[in-house]
């Protein structure tokens, strides 16, 4: 395939669209041939069909050039944009636009647009990545020959290398643009395995949009995962951790993980990221995220050894029949539900988000046996506590050529919640989470404040 046909390929939706187009003006020229040689019209109405046969070829033509100019959005993604920002340049671009009889100021400020074909495996020479379309102020030039034609091929050729010159990308092809067989990562906070076709399965420990990190909630969730284009969906269950974090964790050195105090139970879990696909690349990029989990009956075999050896937690238990023990409850959560929007800056400040949202969660307080059967081993419901959560999260994740090298977040909804990451090597990172309460004191089953550090391992191969 020659390189003009493949260059044709990024406007094909346009020239199948012209093709039409230019038939019916065809079909409307003919059906309107015959009228033109019968007897008793007036020149008025001869005229008149003239006229609004012409304004309809021009409206046709209009509609051929747009399309015919117009780069395939399905396809959008796929291409190299950047904004030149280097003076020099900018100022001979102009230069050359206005030789060629473009309408556009010479101290013009408006982004000049640079939209570049990507390599391909059969053409990965760089001299093969022509340039699509370039673009300020109103002023459009599509099409390599056409641009080649109106900068000159020195002017060309420096824009074309991407060298030399400041620019600001807007989008470009990824480091690893598809997973080659399968991605892994795996860290403390959980983990994901993705193939090739986008199916894959998931681990998670913790829920961050309850700002509870790692073992907290007291669950391990599994997902079966679907990732495909602009959407992410998770779907499984979470399992309760048993005797998992009931006791503190002291590693070789000092450092010790605080114990949780909230009981696991088992949950129906799902979440979802979709692309809505609203806004130019140029504009930014605009996702829905749903997280929603919601917990089954328990029983006392999925709790700790708390609701079996520890009489505090019995519906009987009078307070202080042990010395200094008083009567308390076991705490688990029963439900999360949280949506949000989130912007994604593409071009200032790229790499840059802010979500806003708002949820709810619910925590169950239950204690052990009937009141009328002191060795009843049932799980009795002492109350409830609903919680309503405004969601508010910016963050920020720097990518360079070889993938994202660090990134950080903060975010309020239930609790303070702080996340960042740093990249050592291409296949580990290193992650912390920090969560504090503010603003209000902490409820029994929580931590004035918790951090947690994990190494992050990756791999796609």
Request: aromatic letters at 10%; one cysteine or more; proline letters at 5%.
């Amino acid at each position: 395939m020659s390189v003009l046909n493949k260059s044709l390929l990024w406007n094909l939706p346009g020239l199948v669209v012209a093709g039409l187009l230019a038939l019916t003006v065809q079909t409307a020229e003919a059906q309107a041939q015959p009228n033109q040689g019968q007897q008793g019209i007036s020149p008025q109405s001869n005229w008149a069909d003239s006229l609004r046969m012409a304004r309809a070829e021009n409206e046709s033509l209009t509609r051929i050039l747009q399309a015919v100019e117009s780069i395939d959005t399905a396809r959008q993604n796929e291409l190299i944009q950047w904004i030149i920002t280097d003076r020099n340049i900018r100022s001979r671009v102009i230069s050359a636009l206005r030789k060629a009889g473009k309408s556009i100021s010479p101290n013009s400020v408006a982004e000049l647009t640079v939209t570049q074909k990507p390599p391909t495996a059969d053409s990965p020479d760089p001299d093969n990545m022509q340039l699509l379309r370039l673009v300020i102020e109103s002023i459009g030039v599509y099409g390599e020959p056409n641009i080649r034609r109106i900068l000159g091929q020195d002017l060309y050729t420096k824009i074309q290398g991407r060298q030399g010159y400041e620019y600001t990308l807007i989008s470009t092809e990824p480091a690893q643009q598809k997973i080659q067989f399968v991605y892994l990562d795996a860290s403390l906070f959980g983990g994901q395995i993705i193939f090739k076709s986008g199916f894959g399965f998931g681990l998670r420990v913790g829920n961050d949009y309850v700002g509870y990190p790692f073992w907290l909630p007291g669950t391990l969730g599994t997902f079966g995962i679907l990732r495909r284009g602009t959407t992410d969906f998770k779907i499984g269950l979470e399992w309760p951790l048993g005797e998992s974090g009931v006791a503190p964790f002291t590693i070789t050195g000092g450092m010790k993980i605080k114990e949780r105090k909230l009981e696991g139970v088992m949950t129906f879990a799902t979440a979802i990221d979709q692309d809505l696909g609203l806004l130019s690349e140029q504009s930014g990029k605009l996702h829905f995220g749903a997280d929603f989990l919601t917990g089954f009956n328990p029983t006392i075999s999925t709790f700790s050894s708390r609701a079996t050896l520890q009489p505090q937690f019995r519906t009987s238990y009078i307070s202080n029949q042990f010395p200094g023990t008083l009567k308390d409850s076991l705490f688990y959560l029963q439900l999360s539900a949280h949506a949000w929007v989130t912007y994604k800056l593409t071009t200032f400040l790229r790499g840059a988000y802010i979500s806003v949202g708002a949820g709810t969660h619910r925590i169950n307080a239950v204690t052990i046996g009937q009141k009328t059967d002191p060795a009843s081993q049932d799980v009795v419901n002492a109350a409830t506590f609903s919680f309503f959560d405004p969601l508010i999260k910016v963050g920020y994740v720097h990518t360079g050529d070889a993938g994202d090298e660090y990134g950080m977040s903060l975010q309020y909804c239930n609790t303070l919640l702080a996340d960042g990451f740093v990249k050592l090597f291409p296949w580990l990172q290193l992650e912390v989470k920090y969560a504090a309460v503010v603003g209000r004191d902490p409820e029994k089953w929580e931590w004035k404040d918790y951090v947690m550090v994990s190494p992050k391992i990756i791999f796609n191969f």
